[in-house]
T-cell receptor
Framework: DQQVKQNSPSLSVQEGRISILNCDYT??????FLWYKKYPAEGPTFLIS?????DKNEDGRFTVFLNKSAKHLSLHIVPSQPGDSAVYFC?????????????FGTGTRLQVTL | SQTIHQWPATLVQPVGSPLSLECTVE??????LYWYRQAAGRGLQLLFY??????ISSEVPQNLSASRPQDRQFILSSKKLLLSDSGFYLC????????????FGPGTRLTVL
């Protein structure tokens, strides 16, 4: 049972344009959401997060939007740069009582073209 | 600042051989520690987590085990590797709060032949 889904395995965007990566979740107990960026053969790098009490969080070129009623979040990258080309993972966390455990989506490969 | 190390970076092992992967964290105390695996073309799957020395929680039944002999050391082991154990193994830590960002190490690429 895939509780966090990234239905687009890949996305190609022209440099300077907006990249929009989408993520859906099914578990209503999730209350903290994160985006990670991953290059091949490296560990994921944390990008941005959002708590369920917010619907938007912005950090530089990166903005995450959360729609709790639709159980949907998205990551906007504006403007997109060639260095943004990587695999992006959405992750979600719920209150487990002892440790925050992340459930990851399968990732979306973003390619930013010149 | 905090740093997380993993070694080895790559490993090729025959089926049936033992495994030991090590993860250490610097610059923090009493972290939560996590082991994930990324199989080819898949997302990251949580294997084990630990909230303290000697405390290990397993997320999925498998051929692997974990141990935490020291506060900032987390070890992933197997007595006999299977072909299906191949993958990219990632260690992560966070500050121990219930809701907290996890930070990942560089990973170990394990190939079982």
């Amino acid at each position: 049972d895939q509780q966090v889904k990234q239905n687009s395995p890949s996305l190609s965007v022209q440099e300077g344009r907006i990249s929009i990566l989408n993520c859906d979740y099914t578990n209503s107990m999730f209350d903290y959401f994160l985006w990670y960026k991953k290059y091949p053969a490296e560990g994921p790098t944390f990008l941005i997060s959002i708590s369920s009490i917010k619907d938007k969080n912005e950090d530089g070129r990166f903005t995450v939007f959360l729609n709790k009623s639709a159980k949907h979040l998205s990551l906007h990258i504006v403007p997109s740069q060639p260095g943004d080309s990587a695999v992006y993972f959405c992750a979600a966390s719920g209150n487990t009582g002892t440790a925050s455990k992340l459930t990851f989506g399968t990732g979306t490969r973003l390619q930013v073209t010149l | 600042s905090q740093t997380i190390h993993q070694w080895p970076a790559t490993l090729v092992q025959p089926v049936g051989s033992p495994l030991s992967l090590e993860c250490t964290v610097e610059g923090t105390s009493n972290p939560n520690l996590y082991w994930y695996r990324q199989a080819a073309g898949r997302g990251l799957q949580l294997l084990f987590y630990s909230v303290g020395i000697g405390q290990i929680s397993s997320e999925v039944p498998q051929n692997l085990s974990a141990s935490r002999p020291q506060d900032r050391q987390f070890i992933l082991s197997s007595k006999k590797l299977l072909l299906s154990d191949s993958g990219f193994y990632l260690c992560a830590w966070n500050g121990g709060r219930v809701v907290d960002t996890q930070y990942f190490g560089p990973g170990t690429r394990l190939t079982v032949l």
